[in-house]
Nanobody, 124 residues
Framework: QVQLVESGGGLVQAGGSLRLSCAAS????????MGWFRQAPGKEREFVAA????????RYADSVKGRFTISRDNAKNTVYLQMNSLKPEDTALYYC?????????????????WGQGTQVTVSS
């Protein structure tokens, strides 16, 4: 089992940057595929990015490709989401999640563990 705690959210102007962190408890962090999802008010939770256990493979939603970068440090049990060129439509509650699976990384139902989320608000 793993517990996840996100941090790094906040209020930023359009065009700005934020770096989200997700700290995981437990000694098996390096075994998990990690994902970032987001949910805006009145909308479904949507995939943002994912990274395999070794960090050798990443996936991105088309809406963030080229602007966001997911990375991980297994020695620190932490996964990051660097967000650049932020847009008002990026405003949402951002969640990190963990799964043993390497399939269907885009789907929330593939993930077993979730954090509580960190709010990102981008002003125009």
């Amino acid at each position: 089992q793993v517990q996840l705690v996100e941090s790094g959210g906040g209020l930023v102007q359009a065009g700005g940057s934020l770096r989200l962190s997700c700290a995981a408890s437990g000694r098996t962090f390096s075994s998990y595929t990690m994902g970032w999802f987001r949910q805006a008010p009145g909308k479904e939770r949507e995939f943002v990015a994912a990274i395999t256990s070794s960090g050798g493979s990443t996936r991105y939603a088309d809406s963030v490709k080229g602007r966001f970068t997911i990375s991980r440090d297994n020695a620190k049990n932490t996964v990051y989401l660097q967000m650049n060129s932020l847009k008002p439509e990026d405003t949402a509650l951002y969640y990190c999640a963990a799964t043993y699976s390497i399939r269907n990384m885009h789907y929330p139902s593939s993930y077993n563990y979730w954090g509580q989320g960190t709010q990102v608000t981008v002003s125009s």
